[in-house]
């Protein structure tokens, strides 16, 4: 069976598949119906400093390529994350990466400071794009206040790899891209979901309470494919920081698409609505596609996507 184990500044995978963060609760939700072991990493809900009871419902609402959501950030907060949900991550069967959204340098800093002393957490994920809070796109849309950030988190997490989340809500993700390797992102993730909306035309109003959501699913996927093939060109490739595609994966195909482009490993969200065993399936369809392209090591295969004008790539598989 060819390897498919990946490492991401430090975090070893023993497969290329995460899952979103919001997508499957905080540890052990989803273990009636996935393999958690199998998983390459679990990735948790937002945490914020504070408990936050999120957005009024409608909060979701299914579209025909994908949902919206505007949950608005909804978690237990620090306090009760620590006290009830840590004693069940320590038991979790692959490495935790815990995702932390905030509204202020204090916010990230605190909640980050104390993941960094967690033998449980392999990594923090910054949630810096999140579409559906007040305020909740300050810091992602900003090159300059998210190098900021990422440099203020990368000094009270010293000891756990950093990655941050990328939003595609902006003019130019590779410059915040840079500006978040910069302060010192040892990884990023990409992309959180896009700002969209439906209405109801009987009620002509919006079918979401907060108006807009997040859109996710099979209908981002070919632009999240675009945005991480022109982040790894332009800014991961260069700077030696490996990328989290994610985006409307579904299959493995998918999968070995967003490779292709550049992504060290997939997150595989809103599919876990249709299917939750996705992520092992992946793996599956991973190991048959190696066997027939005879290729020994899943990560010969990051960024092995050939554009026009590209030098030859020295590759040992067809
Ligand atoms: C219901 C739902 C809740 C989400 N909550 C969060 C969250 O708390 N933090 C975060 O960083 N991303 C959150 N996301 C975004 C996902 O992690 C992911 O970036 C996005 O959905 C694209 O992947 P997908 O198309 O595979 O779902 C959420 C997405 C969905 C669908």
């Given at each position: 069976?060819?390897?498919?184990?990946?490492?991401?500044?430090?975090?070893?995978?023993?497969?290329?598949?995460?899952?979103?963060?919001?997508?499957?609760?905080?540890?052990?939700?989803?273990?009636?119906?996935?393999?958690?072991?199998?998983?390459?990493?679990?990735?948790?809900?937002?945490?914020?400093?504070?408990?936050?009871?999120?957005?009024?419902?409608?909060?979701?609402?299914?579209?025909r390529a994908g949902m919206l959501n505007a949950i608005g950030l909804a978690?237990?907060?620090?306090?009760?994350?620590?006290?009830?949900?840590?004693?069940?991550?320590?038991?979790?069967?692959?490495?935790?990466?815990?995702?932390?959204?905030?509204?202020?340098?204090?916010?990230?800093?605190?909640?980050?400071?104390?993941?960094?002393?967690?033998?449980?957490?392999?990594?923090?994920?910054?949630?810096?794009?999140?579409?559906?809070?007040?305020?909740?796109?300050?810091?992602?849309?900003?090159?300059?206040?998210?190098?900021?950030?990422?440099?203020?988190?990368?000094?009270?997490?010293?000891?756990?790899?950093?990655?941050?989340?990328?939003?595609?809500?902006?003019?130019?993700?590779?410059?915040?891209?840079?500006?978040?390797?910069?302060?010192?992102?040892?990884?990023?993730?990409?992309?959180?979901?896009?700002?969209?909306?439906?209405?109801?035309?009987?009620?002509?109003?919006?079918?979401?309470?907060?108006?807009?959501?997040?859109?996710?699913?099979?209908?981002?996927?070919?632009?999240?494919?675009?945005?991480?093939?022109?982040v790894y060109r332009n800014v991961a490739k260069p700077a030696g920081v490996p990328?989290?595609?994610?985006?409307?994966?579904?299959?493995?195909?998918?999968?070995?698409?967003?490779?292709?482009?550049?992504?060290?490993?997939?997150?595989?969200?809103?599919?876990?609505?249709?299917?939750?065993?996705?992520?092992?399936?992946?793996?599956?369809?991973?190991?048959?596609?190696?066997?027939?392209?005879?290729?020994?090591?899943?990560?010969?295969?990051?960024?092995?996507?050939?554009?026009?004008?590209?030098?030859?790539?020295?590759?040992?598989?067809?």
């Open positions: 069976m060819a390897n498919l184990s990946v490492d991401l500044a430090g975090i070893k995978l023993s497969n290329p598949t995460l899952t979103c963060s919001g997508t499957c609760g905080y540890a052990f939700e989803y273990a009636d119906f996935m393999d958690l072991s199998k998983l390459g990493a679990f990735v948790t809900k937002s945490i914020t400093r504070e408990e936050r009871p999120g957005n009024e419902p409608t909060r979701i609402v299914e579209t978690n237990v907060g620090l306090d009760r994350f620590l006290k009830e949900k840590v004693p069940l991550l320590k038991k979790m069967p692959c490495p935790v990466i815990v995702n932390v959204a905030g509204h202020s340098f204090d916010d990230y800093t605190e909640t980050c400071a104390a993941m960094d002393s967690l033998d449980c957490v392999a990594g923090v994920e910054l949630n810096v794009s999140c579409p559906n809070v007040k305020d909740g796109l300050t810091f992602g849309t900003h090159p300059g206040r998210l190098k900021e950030l990422t440099h203020e988190v990368k000094k009270v997490l010293p000891h756990k790899p950093l990655m941050v989340k990328l939003s595609p809500n902006v003019e130019d993700i590779t410059a915040t891209a840079r500006a978040a390797v910069e302060g010192g992102a040892q990884v990023l993730t990409l992309v959180n979901t896009f700002t969209a909306m439906a209405i109801d035309i009987y009620k002509k109003r919006p079918r979401l309470a907060n108006v807009t959501g997040g859109l996710s699913g099979p209908a981002i996927k070919p632009i999240a494919l675009h945005l991480v093939s022109r990328i989290v595609g994610m985006g409307g994966v579904q299959t493995w195909q998918d999968a070995v698409e967003f490779i292709l482009a550049g992504a060290t490993a997939v997150a595989i969200g809103t599919a876990l609505f249709v299917e939750p065993s996705t992520p092992n399936k992946i793996c599956d369809g991973l190991h048959e596609y190696l066997a027939k392209m005879k290729v020994e090591r899943l990560s010969e295969l990051v960024g092995a996507l050939q554009l026009p004008g590209d030098e030859p790539r020295q590759s040992p598989y067809p």
